[in-house]
């Protein structure tokens, strides 16, 4: 996906179980992702966010 502060960077989520550090992706009945832990990127805009139910929750 693309990373929502507007940056435009692609943002990469592991979410094989083997990878560290791994995301969980789960999708409720209405389409809606939402990813376990937080995505914190290290470089460039420094985001810190969660998705929530297809909504991106700023940290
Ligand atoms: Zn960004």
Partial sequence: MRCPCGCGQPVELPLIREARPRWSL????????????SVWRRGGCR?????????VVWV
């Avoid at 789960?26 to 832990?37: A, F, I, N």
């Avoid at 985001?47 to 909504?55: C, D, L, N, S, T």
């Fill in 26 to 37: 789960q999708v409720d009945k209405d389409g809606h992702p939402s990813l376990e832990p």
């Fill in 47 to 55: 985001a810190h966010y969660f998705v929530r139910r297809g909504k």
